[in-house]
């Protein structure tokens, strides 16, 4: 492995022919990352924050990522090995493994995969996908966890194969090549604009009427965009962000149970811990205790 990286990088085995890299830069200078990986491997590349730009042939072609976006590149006729530049404070989770491999995951439902087709096995493929929610939890997972060395494999293999389950989770419908609807940039940046938004005041969120007019798009729009974009709507999409906000807030131990609530917009305990066993399985105090 050629590694040049200065910033935090770490590679686990999954299994022969399948890893996972985690790659940080905390600095404020651009970093370079290379690897070797030969034309046999898909990669998956994850920008949970920042951003990195790809170069592949010499620096002859380019491809960015930006946060909460990932890549997708896999080409059976060439090696496209990791050349990556590597922005100030940023973080990418990347999933290398085995065309082989890869196919064995899906097995007899290979076809439900579109660029595992017959007529696209010996093509090159690269994509370009937003991170759902859903995902962006199981990454900030993958790079925070702290847990005993003996378990630490299976835990990131665990995470990896939820990872590839929610990434290939999709409906047609949200296609981009199929969705006039996101080939507007410009309903897709308002949409985005309505994301933070609710982030930035999850404890008083605006309706959906409200949020509407404030972005400048139909309520009918909102709500299909949204969904198209995220996966979920936009109060699902943000039961989610708060839980997970919630969770890092405990696990800090700076805050007891009545602040966690109060800041992700609870103005009762007993909702907010209702609403964190839903979304959990255990109550916030028990989750503390267990150490997780």
């Known amino acids: ?17 399948f890893y996972v890299l985690k790659i940080q830069n905390d600095t404020d200078q651009t970093q370079m990352v290379e690897r070797e990986i030969d034309s046999s491997f898909i990669q998956f590349h994850f920008c949970l924050k920042g ?19 990932s890549l997708l590149l ?11 530049h590597l922005f100030p404070n940023s973080w990418l989770v990347s999933v290398v493994m085995t065309i082989r491999k890869f196919h064995s995951l899906f097995s007899s439902e290979a076809n439900y995969i579109p ?35 003996s378990i630490k494999e299976l835990y990131v293999k665990a995470k990896i194969y939820e ?7 999709k409906t047609k419908d949200a296609d981009l090549e199929q969705c006039p609807f996101l080939a507007d940039e410009d309903n897709v940046r308002r949409i985005k604009m309505a994301k933070e938004i609710v982030i930035s005041r999850m404890s008083e969120p605006p309706t959906l009427v409200e949020l509407s007019k404030e972005i400048g798009l139909s ?11 995220y996966g979920d709507s936009v109060y699902g999409f943000l039961f989610d962000y708060k839980m997970e906000y919630a969770r890092k ?41 267990s150490g997780t």
Not at 53 to 69: K, T
Not at 219 to 229: A, R, S, T, V
Request: no cysteine; charged share 20%.
């Open 1 to 17: 492995m050629k590694n040049v990286a200065k910033g935090s990088y770490s590679e686990v085995l999954i299994e022969e022919g």
């Open 51 to 69: 951003g990195g730009r790809f170069n592949f042939n010499q620096g002859n072609y380019q491809l960015e990522v930006s946060e909460e976006n």
């Open 74 to 84: 896999y080409n059976t006729q060439k090696d496209l090995p990791l050349n990556l």
């Open 115 to 149: 660029f595992l087709s017959d007529d696209n096995k010996e093509k090159k493929y690269y994509s370009q996908e937003i991170v759902s929610p859903a995902m962006a939890v199981v990454l900030n997972q993958l790079i925070n966890y702290n847990l005993h060395p």
């Open 163 to 169: 990872l590839m389950s929610l990434y290939f989770n």
């Open 219 to 229: 309520l009918k729009k909102l709500k299909e965009g949204f969904k198209q974009i």
């Open 249 to 289: 807030m405990l696990e800090t131990g700076s805050h007891n149970v009545n602040e966690v609530g109060l800041k992700v917009g609870y103005s009762t305990a007993s909702h907010f811990i209702a609403s964190f066993k839903k979304k959990y399985g255990t109550t916030p105090k028990k989750y503390l205790t």
